[in-house]
């Protein structure tokens, strides 16, 4: 068994050396994000996670959650760590003042996320929920809401939830039948059943906030017809003290293949009171705040247990002694050589270090993009934004895919005691493998990204990004040491373009041409943007070792596992382009009644 930590030193590259994360507070006004400020939250908050998160992470996966009479008692230890996260003021973190928050900037929330990610993803859950409905009523939610619902979720004694699907109609929101009848005071009856309702119930916290979708009474068919609805479980009194018991209970909780620490609920609404968010019948629009929130938590998913299979498998890797090393002994006093020094295991090593760090590079710049949308000026918010909603699909479907992956390698490299629940890499596994399916599936964003974000924006949003990477080519054109990454870089950046105009070309004679290429349009776009940015991070490394630094292995490990990511993980891309240009005809041809005989 070995200990997770948190991989503060990788957080700091990222932060500061790639994005100048200091420089980038100071510009956007947020004054008290000083670099001794932010020391302090990378320290404390690591403390916290490895101490009292970690510890808890096998014991939720063994427990679970238990259901009796609609109430949810969650695992040992989690009622009682949450009290020590709300009392440090974790959940204030990047929320503004005037509701208790401490003002810090969205990209430091999304940091410590990443850590309480790493130490228990299943807890994680219960405040990670909280951070969407906090977001959707800060923006959407009238002053009355805010004052009410905003400052409990804020300060933490109160848990948020977004209740979407329902038995029937899974993503197809617009065929949802949950109902909102008027009531005499203003409020509404919300009467229906919401499934897969992550922290839909616990006994965490006081109070449960649900944001709810529901119809009401005149609305019109389909996804134009959705309002947005706040349905507490106890609805509080004028001075925001607790009082009746709402008519929302949970039915049961799901049995689940992993994150068995988190209380997945079926919730049943029994003409439960309700209050609307903003204008009737827009409610889908509103809820997209708290999707997006939610798609780029996920991607965090994705780089925790990336980074959770990477840490416990390199340490396996370098204790475990299995056979000798093909080019000669390396430890020749003992019965065999440690694992770490045969080339198939390097290979799920390295695969899973270059995932994992590529992926906080992309995650940590989706957050700090999110920071310019809260403070920047008018241009910069609509350039922030526009590069949010090409960068969420490809940060939420890409990640959790690659996490993956890496979660399956890191089980690998523990060969049969993988198997073996002890050593806590099959729990990863599970607890990863939902990550690619909630918050949309990578089908569903893959289809966001190539239909609405590239194509119905005539390539608009592809190209503010291919832009960065042109630029980025063209000023290190002349660098020798950076030429085997800026001339594949260059490449893979034209052929995203080719491959767009290709698919969207085809699909003008066949719309099916845009679901059929959209996973691997979708993946090629993942593994170039992970492209661009390890050739930034090779970029820092070679410049770093050329002034002369007393950290030289930490960039020598960089610009090596930057060259793995190249030639070994990059080539990929051929893969994807050639299947996404073989077209829909060997997806359509084939008969429904003769897939089997």
Same mark, same amino acid.
């Given at each position: ?42 320290? =404390? ?5 490895e ?14 959650c ?14 009682e760590?949450? *009290? *020590? ?9 990047? %929320?503004? #003042? ?23 993803w299943?807890?994680? &859950?219960y ?68 499934i897969?309702?992550s922290?839909?119930?616990h006994?965490?916290? =006081? ?19 959705i ?29 689940? !293949? ?6 997945t ?14 204008? #009737?019948?827009k409610?889908?629009?509103? !809820? ?5 929130? $939610? ?16 840490q ?10 299995? &056979?000798r ?6 430890n020749?006093?003992g ?14 090593l !390295?695969?899973?270090k270059?995932?994992s760090?590529?992926?906080r ?10 920071d ?11 350039? $922030? ?26 089980? /690998? ?13 099959? /729990? ?16 569903? *964003?893959a ?6 974000k590239?194509?119905?924006?005539q ?18 054109i ?16 034209? *052929? ?5 105009? %290709? ?18 349009y979708? &993946? ?10 390890w ?5 820092i ?38 299947? !996404? ?17």
């Amino acid at each position: 068994m070995t200990d997770i930590k948190v991989p503060l030193r990788e957080m700091r590259f990222v932060m500061r050396e790639m994005l100048d994360s200091d420089k980038h507070y100071e510009s956007l006004g947020f004054e008290e994000a000083t670099p001794d400020v932010v020391d302090a939250i990378l320290e =404390e908050g690591a403390k916290f996670c490895e101490n009292v998160l970690a510890p808890l992470n096998q014991i939720g996966d063994q427990q679970g959650c238990t259901w009796k009479d609609g109430e949810v008692t969650t695992p040992e230890g989690f009622k009682e760590a949450y *009290q *020590q996260f709300v009392e440090a003021g974790w959940p204030a973190l990047p %929320h503004d #003042p005037e509701y208790g928050g401490q003002g810090l900037p969205p990209s430091l929330g999304t940091i410590m996320s990443e850590m309480v990610g790493i130490a228990n993803w299943s807890w994680g &859950m219960y405040p990670g929920l909280s951070h969407g409905a906090m977001n959707t009523l800060e923006e959407h939610g009238t002053d009355e809401q805010k004052s009410v619902y905003l400052t409990k979720l804020v300060e933490g004694s109160w848990t948020g939830t977004m209740c979407l699907t329902e038995p029937h109609c899974g993503t197809d929101l617009g065929i949802l039948r949950t109902k909102a009848e008027p009531n005499a005071d203003g409020s509404y009856a919300i009467t229906g059943t919401k499934i897969f309702i992550s922290a839909g119930e616990h006994d965490m916290t =006081e109070n449960i906030v649900h944001i709810v979708l529901a119809r009401l009474p005149d609305a019109p068919a389909g996804t134009k017809g959705i309002s947005l609805f706040i349905v507490p479980k106890f609805v509080p009194n004028a001075d925001g003290s607790l009082g009746e018991r709402n008519g929302v209970v949970c039915g049961s909780l799901e049995h689940k !293949m992993g994150i068995h620490g988190n209380a997945t609920a079926v919730l049943n609404f029994d003409g439960a009171k309700g209050f609307l968010i903003g204008e #009737p019948n827009k409610g889908l629009n509103y !809820m997209f705040t708290f999707m997006n929130t $939610a798609r780029l938590g996920t991607a965090l998913q994705g780089l925790a247990h990336s980074e959770i299979g990477f840490q416990k498998s390199l340490a396996y890797a370098k204790d475990r002694l299995q &056979m000798r090393s093909l080019s000669g002994a390396k430890n020749p006093e003992g019965p065999a050589d440690p694992i770490i020094v045969h080339p198939d295991v390097r290979r799920m090593l !390295m695969t899973q270090k270059a995932i994992s760090e590529g992926s906080r590079m992309l995650v940590v710049t989706c957050a700090q993009l999110v920071d310019i949308t809260h403070k920047g000026d008018d241009e910069a918010k609509k350039e $922030a934004n526009d590069l949010l909603a090409f960068l969420t699909p490809i940060a939420k479907a890409f990640i959790t895919e690659a996490g993956l992956e890496s979660a399956n390698l890191g089980l /690998q490299c523990f060969g049969g005691h993988g198997y073996i629940a002890e050593w806590g890499m099959e /729990q990863n596994v599970r607890d990863a493998r939902i990550s690619t399916i909630y918050e949309g599936t990578t089908g569903v *964003q893959a289809l966001d990204l190539l239909g609405r974000k590239v194509l119905m924006s005539q390539g608009e949003l592809l190209r503010r990004f291919t832009k960065k990477v042109h630029k980025f080519c063209q000023a290190e054109i002349d660098n020798e040491a950076l030429a085997p990454f800026v001339t594949k870089l260059q490449e893979l950046n034209k *052929q995203w373009g080719d491959l767009t105009l %290709h698919v969207g070309g085809k699909a003008m004679e066949n719309p099916d041409e845009v679901g059929a290429a959209s996973v691997d349009y979708l &993946m090629f776009s993942g593994y170039t943007v992970l492209g661009y940015l390890w050739a930034r991070a090779a970029k820092i490394a070679n410049d770093k070792l050329a002034e002369g630094t007393a950290e030289a292995d930490f960039y020598n490990a960089k610009l090596k596992t930057a060259r793995f990511y190249f030639e070994r993980i990059l080539p990929r891309t051929a893969s994807h382009a050639e299947t !996404m240009q073989s077209g829909a005809a060997n997806l359509m041809d084939l008969d429904a009644e003769h897939f089997a005989f």
